[in-house]
């Protein structure tokens, strides 16, 4: 699979190098800022099928290495093909129970609990970055589609 930059502002492309991508199955992926090392990181998070278990494995590419690294595993799977959340350094999944955290600077997974409100089913939950914050939002079956609770977390 081939990855690539787009920077729309100077009509750039930038194709990244390739990696040993055997076994591989994408899940999830995002692109974010590490400002603690003046880097832009594209990280790829995937899933391996390991000794009966599923394992997810993550592939980190640096702009300004120009090199892909891999870092410690994810701790749980994100849903599947879902494109991270960046917000201060921080790119965001969501995953069945709780929230992924991946801090670029240090390039370490944290996990973040759902509020208590959303302890009821989960049909359309998403991640969003909305006024320099990280929110939630959770849609019900029982709710109408115009409808939603929402939870902003400044968590970090």
Request: with cysteine.
């Given at each position: 699979?081939?990855?690539?930059?787009?920077?729309p502002?100077?009509?750039?492309?930038?194709?990244?190098?390739?990696?040993?991508?055997?076994?591989?199955?994408?899940?999830?992926?995002?692109?974010?800022?590490?400002?603690?090392?003046d880097?832009y990181?594209v990280?790829?998070?995937?899933?391996?099928?390991?000794?009966?278990?599923?394992?997810?494995?993550?592939?980190?590419?640096?702009?300004?290495?120009?090199?892909?690294?891999?870092?410690?595993?994810?701790?749980?799977?994100?849903?599947?093909?879902?494109?991270?959340?960046?917000?201060?350094?921080?790119?965001?999944?969501?995953?069945?129970?709780?929230?992924?955290?991946?801090?670029?600077?240090?390039?370490?997974?944290?996990?973040?609990s759902?509020?208590?409100?959303?302890?009821?089913?989960?049909?359309?939950?998403?991640?969003?970055?909305?006024?320099?914050?990280?929110?939630?939002?959770?849609?019900?079956k029982?709710?109408?589609?115009?409808?939603a609770?929402?939870?902003?977390?400044?968590?970090r």
């Amino acid at each position: 699979m081939t990855w690539v930059l787009w920077n729309p502002l100077i009509q750039e492309l930038y194709e990244l190098p390739g990696y040993d991508c055997a076994d591989l199955h994408l899940q999830a992926s995002g692109l974010g800022y590490d400002c603690a090392h003046d880097d832009y990181k594209v990280v790829r998070i995937d899933e391996i099928h390991h000794n009966g278990s599923y394992v997810y494995k993550t592939l980190v590419y640096s702009l300004k290495f120009d090199s892909w690294k891999w870092i410690k595993d994810c701790p749980c799977g994100p849903r599947q093909f879902s494109q991270g959340v960046y917000l201060n350094g921080i790119l965001y999944w969501m995953s069945t129970h709780f929230i992924i955290a991946l801090d670029l600077s240090t390039e370490d997974y944290r996990q973040l609990s759902f509020p208590s409100v959303f302890s009821g089913p989960r049909v359309d939950l998403g991640i969003r970055n909305e006024f320099g914050r990280v929110g939630w939002m959770l849609g019900s079956k029982l709710q109408l589609l115009d409808t939603a609770t929402g939870w902003m977390g400044d968590e970090r």
